[in-house]
Every structure is written in C-alpha cells, then in structure tokens.
C-alpha cells in the first residue's frame, strides 16, 4: 500500500500510498506507461483490505523515516478515488501528519456520487483533463461506458464550489492526438471557466512511445514549438514540466537503482517480476527503468512480444 518516497517532477519527495489493485481504473488511456486497463469500472468499493490501525502505526513509522517530505500522496496502480475507504484513510493522514495530502485523480469519477466528499478534506486535487471533447475523450481515455465529458465537467466544477485547497490540471499532450491549436483555444477556455480556483495546469507528455511489448497505440512527444504554442495560448497558469533535478535524489532512490541494475545483471525479466522480485511498486519502477534505459546502464528487448530487460555489458 505504502511505496516511496519517490521524486516527482511536480510533488517533490511523496509518499505513496496505493488503494487499487494494478489497473483497476474508470479509464484505458492509450498512453498509460502501466499497460491495458484490466478491469475498467466506476464501482467504489474496499479494493484493498485496510486495518486502519495496522495503516496509521505504518504510517507513523514512514513519516518518522522520512522527515523530508513534501506531500503524501494518493495515486498508484489505478484510480485511487474507486476505493471507498479513501475519505477515511486521508482522515487518519491529516490527524496523524503536518505534510500536506494530495489525489492523484484521472477526474472520470469525479461526476459520481460521494467522490467529491470523500477527497475534499486533501489539501491538493490533481485532475487530468487530456481530451477537449467528448469524442477526443473517447479516443484518448477509452472511459468506461458511464463516463462521459459533461459529466466530468459537472463533476469538476463540483470539487471547485466544495473543496478548499488547491486544484491542479495535467493535461497530457500528444503529438497529432491532441496537440493542434484549436484544442489549445478549447482548453484554455476550460482553464478560464473554471476561474482562480485551478491554480496550474500542467502540460505532460509521455514518458516514452508504447509499443507492442504495451499492446498500445504509440503516443508520441509534440515538438518543443508547438508545447510553447499551447503553453501560450492556455495563459499564465500553464508549466510545461520539465525532468526533476538529481539535486535531491536520495540515496535511498540510488540504492533501488542500484537493486535494478543487481537484479538485472543475474538474468533478464519483465519489468512486473522486477517490481515483484524487489517489493517496489510497478508504477515507481516503470519510472526508474525508463530512467536507466535512457542513461544506457540497462537495456530492453522483445521475445515472444513480451520485453525483457536486462544489464548493460561493460
């Protein structure tokens, strides 16, 4: 349940709590670095067996281990507001803890009843809005059948008249997908309608193209003119985010690096029994592996579509 701390671009250090199993989500996404949505549902319900008492004692320990945090944040595996105890749990956050709560939320359960209730008392919402329309909506998201764009509108503007803190956009922006200017126009008059409330609007893009290893359309990075382009027209309030900086990688984060690079140097595997084999959560070591692909320590190849990754020979 539990995982981190990680480093994220926008959260700083955060520590992780994950309330669904792997991709158990309202959403199929085509650029989701986790794979096919499993089990795509808007039913809320106890996907993980929590002993709230056994949650606060790890919690406590956790926030004594690490006095660095920034936010404690839910997200993980799928869409953490389907789990019915996530009111109660960020209750046991706030009593227990000074270190600011954020949801990390797809926004396609924000439109259904209690969400919004149960995530108000957090101290930050991140809302992803990557589709403009209904149609791109379907084509971006793939939403399960009782989702749709004016329903997470309505639920959004919701979370607006019925939550203090603060609300963040991401819109993630993808190359002949959703990168034209007139989806630019249609965001930005999104970000405007909803007023002073949004505080930022992050605009991502994806970590790496999918292949067939994924089973996933490719989702492919627009040019650095054009992310200017819609950074601009959306206003003031859009960042494009940028690689988080080493200057606080913690050796901790070194040392899972370190274990992948161990692991991997004794025979190849697929990145889910690498996550299974070190007790790290998937999401987190998507992330890492992504990275040491990139600074070449690691490498990847296909058998059997399936990928495998293994060490870089010296």
């Known amino acids: ?11 700083g250090y955060s520590l992780g709590i994950d309330l669904i199993p792997l991709k158990v989500c309202v959403y199929d996404c ?11 549902t808007i039913e809320r319900k106890k996907y993980v067996d929590v002993n709230f008492k056994e949650f606060e004692s790890e919690l406590k320990k956790r926030i004594k281990n690490c006095p660095y945090l920034d936010y404690i944040t839910f997200s993980g595996s799928g869409e953490p507001t389907l789990n019915s105890d996530i009111g109660k749990l960020i209750k046991i956050v706030k009593e227990n803890s000074s270190v600011p709560t954020a949801v990390l939320t797809s926004g396609g359960t924000l439109g259904f009843s209690g969400v919004v209730d149960d995530i108000k008392e957090s101290d930050l919402i991140k809302v992803s809005i990557d589709a403009p329309t209904d149609r791109m909506l379907k084509k971006i998201n793939r939403p399960a059948r009782e989702v749709d764009f004016d329903r997470n509108m309505s639920g959004l503007l919701n979370l607006i008249n019925n939550f203090s803190g603060d609300i963040w956009l991401e819109i ?5 997908i959703n990168d034209d200017l007139s989806s630019a126009h249609i965001f930005k ?14 605009l991502n893009t994806p970590v790496r193209s999918l292949d067939k290893f994924s089973g996933r359309y490719y989702a492919e990075v627009p040019e650095p003119e054009r992310l200017k382009e819609i950074k601009d027209i959306i206003g003031n309030k859009a ?4 690689d988080v900086s080493r200057k606080k990688y913690s050796s901790s984060l070194i040392e899972i690096e370190k274990e992948i690079i161990e692991v991997l140097g004794r025979r190849p595997m697929e990145i889910k029994d690498i996550a299974s084999s070190l007790g790290l959560n998937l999401n987190e070591v998507i992330k890492i592996v992504n990275k040491l692909l990139s600074s070449g320590e690691i490498e990847h190849a296909a058998h059997d579509d399936i990928e495998y990754y293994f060490r870089t020979e010296s």
């Open 1 to 11: 349940m539990f995982y981190g701390p990680v480093l994220s671009r926008r959260f």
């Open 30 to 40: 085509i650029y989701c670095q986790l794979g096919r949505t499993t089990h795509k």
């Open 172 to 176: 993630m922006v993808m190359k002949g």
């Open 189 to 202: 008059g999104i970000v405007d309608s909803l007023g002073k409330s949004v505080k930022k609007v992050h």
């Open 239 to 242: 960042l494009l985010i940028e």
